[in-house]
């Protein structure tokens, strides 16, 4: 199997990497972070970056071929985790089958350059059709 780098409109790296990469149905994310599709710059406020940045994630496994439904995993930073709730406003919105979230651990960051949380994600694409 080969190695396809995932790229997505509107979301992209300063370094020379790809939002993401997906070897046959396991797709692994880079850092994705809570900025504008349009301008590039970070959110205004925490609730903001969370939206934005969990669009990203929708935007990205979905260039891969795949659904929220396939990701398996999140793993979150942010500058304050007691903050959390910010983040499980809009995670409730993305996942709202209790029975049917992905995984996901949030820990304390020292994030930088106006950074109030980012993520990366694991997903499985292509099960043979078991898209909720």
Request: charged letters at 20%; proline letters at 4%; glycine letters at 10%.
């Amino acid at each position: 199997m080969s190695r396809t780098s995932i790229y997505t409109e509107g979301f992209s790296h300063r370094n020379p990497i790809p939002a993401a990469c997906r070897i046959g149905d396991i797709l692994c994310s880079g850092s994705i972070q809570g900025t504008d599709p349009g301008t590039g710059a970070y959110g205004d406020t925490l609730e903001a970056q969370c939206a934005l940045m969990l669009d990203h994630v929708r935007r990205i496994v979905e260039q891969a071929g795949g659904s929220t439904q396939d990701i398996i995993k999140l793993t979150v930073w942010m500058n304050d985790r007691s903050q959390r709730k910010a983040l499980n406003t809009v995670w409730l919105k993305m996942f709202p089958d209790e029975c049917s979230r992905p995984a996901r651990h949030t820990m304390q960051a020292s994030l930088d350059g106006g950074k109030l949380i980012e993520c990366s994600f694991m997903a499985v694409i292509g099960r043979g059709g078991n898209h909720a």
